[in-house]
């Protein structure tokens, strides 16, 4: 696997709100060998002018990442890149990620529009998801020996061999990558969506997959995985590393570090 983990180009979205989710992805970058470019997401300033120039619907927010990942797409069209992997910055990888990535494209069908590499929660339609849901609903109590099984079941599960399916309906999309003919039609047709509804990226990307407008994968489990401490529903999964399963990460990036301890120990 290469360092561009089987694609054209890396691309990883950074805020410059956000310095510290940047540096921890550029230590990632710098142990696993991943070379990237890094794009600045429009800023909101620049999001309330888009909206008030061109009326969209979206907003500032919203409008700043559609602009940002419309700029990648035209960017792609203009140096005829074949595919990409769009990464936002304030994610966990898994050390082992060269290999699922290799795993995965060696089994995804030909062609595809669209491989849904890291997302906040389990699709319904995921591999595995639905039993692991029913046994966590089983064993939710305070009884010790429950909560150990629960323990070594959320392990298991997180460790699971790397599997692509059709994609449902992902949300929290975080990580995805994109072919040419795909990124062509959404530099096309995004800025022009953006008059008429007021939906942000998460919704378009997996819209375009459940009404059969692309040919989409997903992953599963995720080799990437975005920091969050949203909260779930019943019928909800949340996506978590590996490694954040066995309580080598927390939520919040500024509060660990790893990538930039274990790069200096392994140097």
């Given at each position: 696997?290469?360092s561009?983990l089987?694609f ?7 805020s410059?709100s ?5 540096e921890?992805?550029k230590?990632i970058?710098?142990?696993?060998d ?9 800023s909101i300033?620049?999001a309330?002018?888009l909206?008030r ?14 602009d940002?990942?419309?700029r ?16 936002q ?8 990620i060269?290999?699922?990535?290799a795993s995965?494209?060696g ?6 529009d669209?491989?849904?590499v890291?997302r906040?929660?389990?699709e ?8 692991m849901m029913?046994?966590?609903?089983q064993t ?5 020996s429950?909560q150990m ?12 061999k790397?599997?692509?399916y059709?994609?449902?309906f992902?949300?929290?999309?975080c990580?995805y ?12 047709r995004?800025r022009?969506?953006m ?9 378009i990307l997996?819209?375009?997959?459940m009404v059969?407008?692309s ?7 995720s080799?990437?995985?975005a ?5 779930v529903?019943d ?9 954040r399963?066995m309580?080598?990460r927390?939520?919040?990036?500024a509060?660990l570090?790893p ?8 140097a």
């Amino acid at each position: 696997m290469n360092s561009t983990l089987g694609f054209q180009r890396v691309y990883v979205v950074h805020s410059a709100s956000d310095p510290s989710s940047l540096e921890n992805f550029k230590s990632i970058a710098l142990l696993l060998d991943i070379d990237a470019q890094y794009i600045e997401q429009t800023s909101i300033e620049r999001a309330n002018t888009l909206q008030r120039q061109h009326a969209y619907l979206a907003n500032p927010v919203e409008i700043a990442e559609l602009d940002t990942h419309a700029r990648i797409y035209a960017q792609m069209a203009r140096h005829d890149i074949q595919s990409a992997l769009i990464i936002q910055s304030s994610v966990d990888m898994e050390l082992d990620i060269k290999l699922r990535m290799a795993s995965a494209l060696g089994d995804i069908p030909d062609p595809y529009d669209m491989l849904f590499v890291g997302r906040h929660y389990a699709e319904p339609t995921e591999p595995q998801v639905q039993e692991m849901m029913t046994f966590l609903r089983q064993t939710n109590s305070s009884d010790p020996s429950a909560q150990m099984q629960r323990v070594w079941a959320k392990r298991e599960f997180a460790s699971r061999k790397t599997r692509v399916y059709l994609s449902s309906f992902p949300s929290g999309i975080c990580a995805y990558a994109i072919g040419r003919q795909m990124a062509r039609r959404l530099h096309h047709r995004l800025r022009a969506r953006m008059t008429v509804d007021q939906h942000d990226l998460d919704f378009i990307l997996a819209d375009v997959a459940m009404v059969g407008l692309s040919i989409a994968y997903s992953m599963s489990p995720s080799p990437i995985a975005a920091y969050t401490t949203r909260h779930v529903s019943d019928n909800q999964l949340l996506t978590h590393s590996a490694l954040r399963v066995m309580s080598l990460r927390q939520d919040d990036p500024a509060m660990l570090s790893p990538y930039k301890d274990w790069a200096s120990m392994w140097a």
